[in-house]
């Protein structure tokens, strides 16, 4: 017995539908109005932090991952990003640039969480050693005149900053502009 093509093809049409769709008739109920994120028991809320903060979260990261091998306990800084960087320094999140013995990591910390993401990608060699630069914090309050000048004061309340290589790009943040100013990162002086 032969089927007619034209018998056929609604008949599949009405099954791939029934399929598709047999999934999508059961929808969540919306939630309740006002309802909220909540946080764990003793989760930290968030709040912007210091570098010297989010550097004692790297470093606690680093000392609590399991994963990592022992063989590389210590790990090289020669990157840093703070994003939404106020004049007292704290940012609503830092991205670390690090490498060890093994691998280069790329680690997003924030105050109350911390994200560690293996890159395959080359970071710069040069290590970055804090104590021998200025502080994002007094980088932003010794320059926010010129800062303020430069983006406007609707587009400074936070800026972002980039250190590589021994110099700091600040951005502002949060906005479509592309118009980078640079710092000298040992002496705090515009380039």
Same mark, same amino acid.
């Given at each position: 017995?032969?089927?007619?093509? @034209?018998?056929?093809?609604?008949?599949?049409?009405?099954?791939?539908?029934?399929?598709?769709?047999?999934?999508?008739?059961?929808?969540?109920?919306?939630?309740?109005?006002?309802?909220?994120?909540?946080?764990?028991?003793?989760?930290?809320?968030?709040?912007?932090?210091?570098?010297?903060? @989010?550097?004692?979260?790297?470093?606690?990261?680093?000392?609590?991952?399991?994963?990592?091998?022992?063989?590389?306990?210590?790990?090289?800084?020669?990157?840093?990003?703070?994003?939404?960087?106020?004049?007292?320094?704290?940012?609503?999140?830092?991205?670390?640039?690090?490498?060890?013995?093994?691998?280069?990591?790329?680690?997003?910390?924030?105050?109350?969480?911390?994200?560690?993401?293996?890159?395959?990608?080359?970071?710069?060699?040069?290590?970055?050693? =804090?104590?021998?630069?200025?502080?994002?914090?007094?980088?932003?309050?010794?320059?926010?005149?010129?800062?303020?000048?430069?983006?406007?004061?609707?587009?400074?309340?936070?800026?972002? =900053?980039?250190?590589?290589?021994?110099?700091?790009?600040?951005?502002?943040?949060?906005?479509?502009?592309?118009?980078?100013?640079?710092?000298?990162?040992?002496?705090?002086?515009?380039?």
């Amino acid at each position: 017995m032969k089927i007619p093509l @034209g018998a056929v093809i609604p008949l599949v049409a009405v099954l791939v539908l029934v399929v598709m769709t047999g999934g999508c008739s059961e929808q969540l109920p919306p939630a309740p109005p006002g309802n909220t994120v909540s946080l764990s028991d003793g989760q930290e809320p968030f709040r912007p932090i210091t570098l010297d903060e @989010g550097i004692q979260n790297l470093e606690a990261l680093f000392t609590s991952e399991t994963d990592l091998p022992s063989a590389r306990p210590r790990f090289s800084l020669v990157y840093l990003q703070g994003r939404g960087v106020s004049t007292e320094g704290k940012a609503e999140q830092w991205i670390f640039g690090v490498t060890t013995t093994c691998q280069n990591y790329f680690v997003q910390v924030e105050s109350n969480r911390q994200v560690l993401v293996p890159w395959q990608g080359e970071l710069p060699e040069k290590e970055i050693d =804090l104590s021998a630069l200025v502080q994002p914090g007094d980088l932003l309050a010794r320059n926010w005149d010129s800062i303020e000048e430069e983006f406007g004061p609707e587009d400074t309340s936070l800026v972002d =900053l980039e250190l590589s290589e021994g110099i700091y790009a600040v951005t502002p943040w949060r906005v479509e502009m592309y118009r980078i100013l640079y710092f000298d990162a040992v002496t705090g002086k515009r380039i």
